[in-house]
């Protein structure tokens, strides 16, 4: 029988896959029709596009449901605080994904080159916000959130929806955006049509280089500003939940990385990027979007491991800070999600890989004229 402290450590680590996994799979049509625009100059270059991802982006967005999911499930103080502090952003990202469905839906039914740039635009919008605000998010994370728990275990959230676009944080959302252009432009290299995906190429690229820039701005300001929380001491975590049952001051995530193996995420979120920029140089969409996919993981692995044991810090409160060890659900729940995890996942994913085997081809411009009133 696994013990708590392990299964804790687990739906960490599993969490950690399913946001990995989410970025990847809901990252690569997000990034396709961000660049949508751009490398499609007419209305059968962006149905080509948008055909690349047809079969795949409402499959891709369960990831999300799942991770949010399991944050409910393993964390429900993450969960709650969560939802209430960033309330106004979640609802801007509900509002922008609420396009993604319509726009692919309805932007083909109607011969009105207005009605259809009106959809690309909102298709453009559902994929933007959420991308750039998610990132915000993670910015918000690194550097604290402020909220307070009073002795019942109740938390409230003391800021407001402009300060979450503070500096950092919006650096952080333009390492997304630019991560997500990346891993967009490889997939539209491996599956559009030739002259879309040589405008992909020099879009993948761009996003690439702004990456690896970025990324490594964000780790210097975390390095000069100190910012970030350690544990100093933590009590008895096997009883009822306790939340200031610890304490908490400030130190930098950077101080995390003592551990040369630890430094593997940030390398691999480099060269991955790099790696991906000197694939599309040689053409190769499909090795581009490997690559750009292990960079994807490689920066989000970084943060996860630089915040570890944090899942949500308080800046007002910092004794309060949600952590694996004190904000999760039971013993019996966890088990329960584990075993239940150990089955699905699998199947999922072996799914998922058969999913996008059967339906890899290049979508050509040919093929759209022929299969007018068929396709997106």
């Known amino acids: 029988m696994i013990d708590y402290e392990m299964l804790k450590l687990i739906w960490w680590l599993l969490v950690g896959v399913l946001l990995i996994g989410f970025a990847i799979a809901d990252g690569m049509d997000m990034g396709a029709a961000?660049?949508?625009?751009?490398?499609?100059?007419?209305?059968?270059?962006?149905?080509?596009?948008?055909?690349?991802?047809?079969?795949?982006?409402?499959?891709?967005?369960?990831?999300?449901?799942?991770a949010g999911g399991a944050i409910f499930a393993a964390w429900p103080p993450v969960y709650a605080t969560a939802f209430s502090g960033f309330y106004f952003a979640m609802l801007l990202v509900l509002l922008a994904l609420f396009f993604r469905p319509v726009g692919f839906d309805y932007r083909s039914k109607i011969e009105s080159p207005q009605w259809r740039t009106w959809w690309d635009r909102l298709i453009w919008?559902?994929?933007?916000?959420?991308?750039?605000?998610?990132?915000v998010a993670f910015g918000n994370l690194l550097q604290g959130v402020p909220f307070e728990v009073d002795s019942m275990m109740r938390a409230s959230y003391a800021?407001?929806?402009?300060?979450?676009?503070?500096?950092?944080?919006?650096?952080?959302?333009?390492?997304?955006?630019?991560m997500i252009v990346m891993h967009g432009g490889a997939w539209l290299m491996a599956r559009?049509?030739?002259?879309?995906?040589?405008?992909?190429?020099?879009?993948?690229?761009?996003?690439?280089?702004?990456?690896?820039?970025?990324?490594?701005?964000a780790g210097a300001w975390v390095g000069q500003s100190g910012m970030g929380y350690v544990v100093t001491e933590i009590g008895d975590t096997s009883g009822a939940m306790n939340l200031l049952n610890k304490s908490v001051t400030h130190a930098s995530w950077l101080a995390k990385y003592d551990n040369p193996l630890e430094w593997i995420a940030p390398l691999l979120g480099i060269a991955g990027a790099l790696v991906a920029f000197a694939?599309?140089?040689?053409?190769?969409?499909?090795?581009?979007?490997?690559a750009s996919s292990l960079s994807m993981a490689g920066v989000i692995a970084t943060a996860g491991l630089a915040m570890f044991p944090f899942i949500m810090p308080s800046s007002l409160q910092p004794a309060a800070s949600l952590t694996l060890w004190d904000a999760t659900s039971s013993a019996m729940t966890l088990t329960i999600m584990f075993w239940v995890a150990l089955v699905m996942v699998p199947v999922i994913l072996s799914?998922?890989?058969?999913?996008?085997?059967?339906?890899?081809?290049?979508?050509?411009?040919?093929?759209?004229?022929?299969?007018?009133?068929v396709l997106y």
């Open 192 to 217: 559009a049509d030739r002259v879309v995906a040589e405008r992909s190429r020099v879009a993948l690229q761009g996003g690439a280089i702004a990456l690896v820039v970025l990324f490594m701005i």
């Open 159 to 178: 800021g407001t929806f402009f300060e979450l676009l503070n500096p950092f944080a919006i650096l952080c959302g333009l390492i997304s955006v630019a």
């Open 125 to 135: 919008f559902g994929s933007f916000v959420p991308t750039l605000v998610f990132g």
């Open 34 to 66: 961000i660049l949508m625009p751009f490398v499609g100059r007419n209305d059968a270059e962006r149905r080509v596009v948008i055909n690349t991802i047809a079969p795949h982006w409402d499959g891709n967005q369960v990831w999300l449901v799942t």
């Open 279 to 290: 694939l599309a140089g040689m053409k190769r969409g499909g090795l581009a979007f490997v």
């Open 351 to 373: 799914y998922t890989l058969w999913c996008y085997i059967k339906m890899w081809r290049r979508i050509t411009l040919e093929h759209i004229s022929s299969n007018n009133h």
